[in-house]
C-alpha cells in the first residue's frame, strides 16, 4: 500500500469517528515491518514512520527531494511570514532569486497537529470549505506545503519546475507539497 493510502485511510477513519461523535482514533504507526527501520522506537513513531519513508524515496536531484529528518525531529525556517522545512524554505528563497517572488501569495504554511486539529474540525462542521487533510496525514504538518492564494501561471510553471506539486489532482489547485512524492494534501 503506498504511503498517501494509508494516510488517506487514517483520516478517512478519524473523519468517520467524528460522524460517528466516537473518540478519534488515534493514529497507529504508518510501517511496522521491523526490516523498515533500524532501531525498534522507529516502529512506534507515526512521524518518524513518515519522515522515515519520505527520506527513503525522496533522494536528491530534480529539485526535490534531499535528506529529511526520520528523528522525528523537523528543521523548519521561517523567512518572510512563511514557516517550511529547511530545503523546501530553499527552494522558495532560490525562486525568488531568480526573480519568481512566490512568498506574497503564500497564506498558509507549516501548521502544527494543534492547528491542523482545529481547522479538520472546522471542516468537519462545514465552517471551513474546501480540502483539509486529518492531523498528521497533511504534509503541512512536516513543512512540505504550501497554500497560496491567486498567483500568477508563471510563479506556478517556476515552482512546479523546481520540486513542487500541485494539489489540483486532489481538488485544492491552492495548494502546493515540496518533494518528489507529491503528496499533496
Same mark, same amino acid.
Given at each position: 500500500?503506498?504511503?498517501?493510502?494509508?494516510l488517506?485511510q487514517?483520516g478517512?477513519?478519524?473523519e468517520e469517528?467524528v460522524r460517528?461523535n466516537?473518540?478519534?482514533?488515534?493514529?497507529?504507526?504508518?510501517l511496522t515491518?521491523?526490516?523498515?527501520?533500524s532501531k525498534?522506537?522507529?516502529?512506534?513513531?507515526?512521524?518518524?514512520?513518515?519522515?522515515?519513508l519520505l527520506?527513503?524515496?525522496?533522494g536528491g536531484?530534480?529539485?526535490g527531494?534531499g535528506s529529511? @529528518? %526520520?528523528n522525528?525531529?523537523m528543521?523548519? !525556517?521561517?523567512?518572510?511570514?512563511?514557516t517550511? #522545512?529547511?530545503?523546501? +524554505?530553499?527552494?522558495l528563497?532560490?525562486?525568488?532569486?531568480?526573480?519568481?517572488n512566490?512568498?506574497?501569495?503564500i497564506?498558509?504554511?507549516?501548521?502544527?497537529?494543534a492547528?491542523?486539529?482545529?481547522l479538520?474540525?472546522?471542516?468537519?462542521?462545514?465552517a471551513?470549505?474546501? @480540502? %483539509?487533510a486529518?492531523?498528521?496525514?497533511s !504534509?503541512?504538518?512536516?513543512g512540505?506545503?504550501? #497554500?497560496?492564494g491567486? +498567483?500568477?501561471?508563471?510563479l506556478?510553471?517556476?515552482?512546479?519546475?523546481?520540486?513542487?506539486?500541485s494539489g489540483a489532482n486532489f481538488?485544492?489547485?491552492?495548494h502546493y507539497?515540496?518533494?518528489?512524492l507529491?503528496?499533496c494534501?
Amino acid at each position: 500500500m503506498q504511503l498517501y493510502d494509508l494516510l488517506a485511510q487514517q483520516g478517512r477513519e478519524r473523519e468517520e469517528a467524528v460522524r460517528r461523535n466516537t473518540q478519534i482514533p488515534q493514529p497507529r504507526p504508518l510501517l511496522t515491518t521491523p526490516s523498515t527501520f533500524s532501531k525498534p522506537s522507529e516502529q512506534t513513531d507515526n512521524r518518524s514512520a513518515m519522515l522515515t519513508l519520505l527520506a527513503s524515496q525522496l533522494g536528491g536531484g530534480g529539485g526535490g527531494g534531499g535528506s529529511y @529528518p %526520520v528523528n522525528g525531529s523537523m528543521d523548519l !525556517m521561517t523567512k518572510r511570514g512563511a514557516t517550511l #522545512d529547511s530545503e523546501a +524554505m530553499q527552494s522558495l528563497l532560490a525562486a525568488r532569486r531568480a526573480g519568481y517572488n512566490v512568498f506574497p501569495y503564500i497564506d498558509s504554511s507549516y501548521r502544527d497537529m494543534a492547528q491542523q486539529r482545529s481547522l479538520y474540525q472546522q471542516h468537519l462542521s462545514g465552517a471551513h470549505p474546501g @480540502p %483539509v487533510a486529518a492531523p498528521g496525514s497533511s !504534509m503541512h504538518n512536516y513543512g512540505l506545503a504550501i #497554500d497560496v492564494g491567486s +498567483m500568477p501561471q508563471r510563479l506556478i510553471d517556476y515552482i512546479l519546475a523546481n520540486g513542487w506539486y500541485s494539489g489540483a489532482n486532489f481538488g485544492d489547485p491552492g495548494h502546493y507539497s515540496y518533494g518528489r512524492l507529491g503528496l499533496c494534501k
